[in-house]
Each structure stands twice: as C-alpha cells, then as structure tokens.
C-alpha cells in the first residue's frame, strides 16, 4: 500500500551538486544562470522591437545582474539573520550565495539601481527598459524554482494531494551524516512529513502564467513608462502572497504572518499605485527614445540614390509617395522637421 501511494507523488531528485572532479556543479546554480540567460534574450528582443537600440540590455545586465545578486543575497540575510549569527552557525555562511537563498525582493530593489546606473549611460529611460525585462524577469523566476526543487528546499505541509512531494533523506557519501543540501538521497527513504505541497511548483506554474499575461497585455494595451513592470509586480506578489502561506520552512513573523506576506501586501500595493499614476504620462515611449547614446544613424541617401534607404525604422515613411527633396538642395535650415511614428 505505501509503495502504491508513492506513485501518486513526485518524486525528489537523488541530489543536488554534482561534482566534476573537485568542482561541484550546483544544480541551483545551474537554474540561476539558464534564468539570467533567458531574461537577457527575451529582453533584448522585445527592447529591439519597441524601437531601441541591439545590445543595450546586455550592457544594462552587466550591471544589474550583479546589483541583484547582491540585492537577493541581502534581503535573504536580513529577513533571515538566526540562519547565519546564532549559536552554532558560522556567519561566513551568509556570503554562500550558491547554497540558495534569494530574495527576490532585494534582487528586484538593487538590481533596479544597477539598471538605472546602465541606463543613463546608454541615454535611455529605465521605465522603457523595465517593461522590456518584465516577462524575462518573471520567467527567470521560475526557473529558480526548479533549483529549489533540486535543493528540497520551500515546500510546504503534508499533504495527500497526488501531486504531493516526496522529501528523501539525504546523507554524506563519506561519512554517513545526514546531509540535505549536498548530500545524496541512496535509499529513497522519505522524510516523515513527506509528501508535501510543492510550493516551488506552484509559483513556478504562477510565475510562466504572469508572463504570458504582460506579454498580452502589453501587445494589447501598448502599455509603457514601466506599467509593464507594474503589472509583473503587482501578478506575482498575488500569487507570492497566497503560496507564502503554505510554506512550513523557517521564516520570521510579524502580526501571525510571515514577513514575506506583508512584504507582498505592501509591494502590492505600491506596484498598483504607480501602474493608476503612470497611465497619466500618455503613451508609450517613442522608439527614438530608447536609442542608447552613440546610435547614430546615417538618413542621408547613398552616392547614386535617389531616395533614402528602405531598411531603417523609418522607410515607412517613405511610401507615401511625398518623397522630400535631396539634403544637398535644402539648407539645413530650411528643412522641416522629420515627422515621427504615432506610437498611440
């Protein structure tokens, strides 16, 4: 009967490092990277195609990755600190970033002071660019959470769901002592609360669905000046709040609730806040002001044209059948200013 029951479960991952020679290889690390990585590419392509310039944002990431690992790292400690400087712990601990332990609230707050410092470099505005990350961020999340999963790590009560998780007892290869981070689960024996609710899942599932809602909401609504990044915060922190409550792991309480529910409480509403005030600065930013500093682009017809070039942002213009005279018959003075694209 019990080894039935364990069909109707998921499983646990037998560990979570794997050692290549001296080197470990951090399956929660790995999970970090591959989210970093798809935030970068999905943001570059949607900041290409609002107009900016290839690029920036990995010029941008180079500052706000590190800012927000920082950042995670921070609020971790902080909101956790008897995991670090109470009897027994070694405080040294609080810089081992990849035994886990992240918190996404720091790591949006830094990161954001990262990315602004890269924005105003490149002359682009950060709200632009926080909309074009948005859907990146939050699926980079997800991916975490799989890195949760592999460390056994953010689940909640015991549960008779199907879908349950099974916790296996993790051990040293070398000396036997029970070890759950780094250990190697050889027997499959389950912890005794096991199974229980897969919390990581949930918000893993929540987090892929909030990304496909701003995707379409932004196609929709041609949302800007950071509302795009608004309404990431605001989906997440829902979803955040309710399936905080279903974590049994240690964490810190204020009033009966965990600090990470009122934190989403209060992000909530500061994201819905600005999301109402931000829809009075009109439409979405123009796609000339998210071209970076230095982006200069030729508009003058090659030797031997007789009309500009179709393969820039404004060929459209193009085809109206107005085509404005040569640059070299108008004096620059005289020439109208160039008319440009209705972003409404």
Not at 256 to 273: D, E, H, K, Q
Request: some cysteine.
């Amino acid at each position: 009967m019990y080894s039935a029951a364990l069909l109707a479960t998921i499983p646990s991952p037998d560990r979570g490092v794997w050692h290549l020679g001296p080197i470990p290889i951090r399956a929660y690390a790995l999970c970090i990277i591959a989210g970093i990585v798809l935030a970068i590419w999905w943001g570059e392509r949607r900041w290409a195609a609002r107009g900016g310039t290839k690029g920036t944002v990995l010029d941008v990431a180079v500052f706000a990755v590190p800012f927000g690992l920082v950042g995670g790292r921070i609020y971790h400690v902080i909101t956790d600190p008897e995991l670090y400087f109470t009897a027994g712990k070694n405080p040294w601990n609080a810089f081992a970033i990849w035994d886990g332990g992240l918190g996404i609230w720091g790591a949006v707050a830094l990161g954001a002071v990262g990315a602004l410092i890269a924005c105003r470099r490149k002359g682009v505005p950060l709200p632009a660019m926080a909309d074009a990350l948005a859907p990146g961020i939050v699926a980079a999340q997800a991916i975490g959470r799989i890195g949760n999963y592999f460390n056994q790590e953010l689940y909640g009560a015991h549960t008779d769901l199907p879908w349950g998780l099974e916790i296996y007892q993790r051990f040293n290869p070398q000396t036997g002592a029970p070890d759950g981070l780094t250990g190697v689960a050889t027997g499959h024996i389950p912890l005794p609360d096991s199974p229980v609710q897969p919390t990581f899942l949930y918000e893993l599932i929540w987090n892929l669905l909030i990304a496909g809602l701003v995707v379409l909401a932004d196609r929709r609504f041609k949302l800007g000046h950071g509302r795009v990044f608004a309404l990431y915060v605001a989906g997440y922190t829902v979803g955040r709040c309710w399936i905080e409550l279903l974590r049994t792991d240690t964490a810190n309480h204020i009033l009966g609730l965990r600090v990470n529910v009122w934190t989403s409480i209060l992000v909530f509403a500061g994201a819905m806040v600005y999301f109402v005030l931000a829809a009075r600065r009109g439409p979405r930013e123009s796609p000339e002001s998210l071209r970076s500093k230095g982006d200069e682009r030729d508009e003058s017809p090659p030797p031997g044209a007789g009309s500009t070039s179709d393969t820039g942002p404004d060929a459209k213009a193009d085809d109206d059948g107005d085509d404005p005279p040569a640059r070299d018959e108008v004096p620059a003075s005289a020439r109208p200013e160039k008319e440009k694209p209705d972003e409404s």
